[in-house]
């Protein structure tokens, strides 16, 4: 079994800054890969930002050079820095972990009960 927790959600003002933070912990061998999806309201969930085990990263359009993801591997934690926040900013923001379960290589992936953003003056 995984848990994926997550915290640093809330209200701020058009501008502002947020820190999202989410753990994993539970039967993982590895990690694979982690990253925060979002959903606004009517609106389908989509990828933010995404860091692999080795580091590499993905960012949708929209939020690059304002959003930042870093990951602590010891701790199977991942953040994601959020500056300059806009309006359109606003969803719910879903921490999803892709893992091994053994050394064989097989993949499980497990989404986060997500953290409201709202981005408002």
Known sequence: QVQLVESGGGLVQPGGSLR?????????????????YRQAPGKEREL????????????????????????FNAKNTVYLQMNSLKPEDTAV??????????????????????????VSS
């Not at 999202?20 to 590895?30: D, K, P, Y």
């Not at 860091?51 to 304002?66: C, E, L, N, Q």
């Open 48 to 71: 933010v930002a995404a860091i692999t085990s080795g580091g590499s990263t993905d960012y949708a359009d929209s939020v690059k050079d304002r959003f930042t993801i870093s990951r």
């Open 93 to 118: 923001y879903y921490c999803r972990t892709s893992y091994y379960i053994s050394s064989k290589g097989q993949e499980n992936d497990y989404w986060g009960q997500g953290t409201q953003v709202t």
């Open 20 to 36: 999202l933070s989410c753990a994993a912990s539970g039967t993982i061998f590895s990690i694979k890969s982690m990253g925060w």
